[in-house]
């Protein structure tokens, strides 16, 4: 079974607006890191959020972690077309040597 | 600085036969995984190799198997093909092993299984 869920599956939204996403996991975790994937391509790495941190910024991306609720969120300001993509949670345990555990992704569409 | 590099970006195989697919690290990257994505679903992680062993392993038959070499570049190696084989292929590389690193994946080998 998948370590991270995330939620929704998809969404739509149009430019301009936010978009924010949702991850679940299961066990105690090292750190939660997202990447994105363009049309089933490479995954791109955007933030690693450790299991002692509660929120980081990177440019337009926000990213929180709640260990007590073990779950984390993805918000994406000011969206733009070329943010069309899959964007996937990925745990690493505690007392790993850094496997990435995956969740089924959250499509994200972004009209003009 | 280069990225990670896979080669083939696309293949045929037929079931039962055998397919090598190879992966250039990042340069200064030591580590290297290696996950499986089938169509719609997240990766799966098969295994890593850190300076040139092997140092976790996913739920992956042994007819996957891998290689690591000095110059931190690898190998996976699939030996009879099964249809469920068809999917993208990743390589990824990170600077240090353990738990809190991100890691740099390459574009993948799309494997398609008849």
């Known amino acids: 079974s998948q370590q991270g869920e995330e939620d929704p599956q998809a969404l739509s939204i149009q430019e301009g607006e936010n978009a924010t996403m949702n991850c679940s996991y299961k066990t105690s975790i090292n750190n939660l890191q997202w990447y994105r994937q363009n049309s089933g391509r490479g995954l791109v790495h955007l933030i690693l959020?450790?299991?002692?941190?509660r929120e980081k910024h990177s440019g337009r991306l926000r990213v929180t972690l709640d260990t007590s609720k073990k779950s984390s969120s993805l918000l994406i300001t000011a969206s733009r077309a070329a943010d069309t993509a899959s964007y996937f949670c990925?745990?690493?345990?505690?007392?790993?040597?850094?496997?990435?555990?995956f969740g089924a992704g959250t499509q994200v569409v972004v009209t003009p | 600085e280069t990225g990670v590099t896979q080669s083939p970006t696309h293949l045929i195989k037929t079931r039962g036969q055998q397919v090598t697919l190879r992966c250039s690290s990042q340069?200064?990257?030591?580590?290297v995984s290696w996950y499986q994505q089938a169509l719609g679903q997240g990766p799966q992680f098969i295994f890593q190799?850190?300076?040139?062993?092997?140092?976790g392993r996913g739920n992956f038959p042994p007819r996957f198997s891998g290689l690591q070499f000095p110059n931190y570049s690898s190998e996976l190696n699939v030996n009879a093909l099964e249809l469920d084989d068809s999917a993208l292929y990743l390589c990824?590389?990170?600077?240090?092993?353990?738990?809190?690193?991100?890691?740099?994946f390459g574009s993948g080998t799309r494997l398609t299984v008849v």
């Open positions: 990824a590389s990170s600077h240090r092993q353990g738990p809190g690193y991100g890691y740099t």
């Open positions: 340069s200064g990257h030591n580590t």
């Open positions: 990925a745990t690493v345990l505690t007392d790993s040597w850094g496997k990435l555990q």
């Open positions: 959020i450790r299991s002692n941190e």
């Open positions: 190799y850190y300076r040139e062993e092997e140092n």
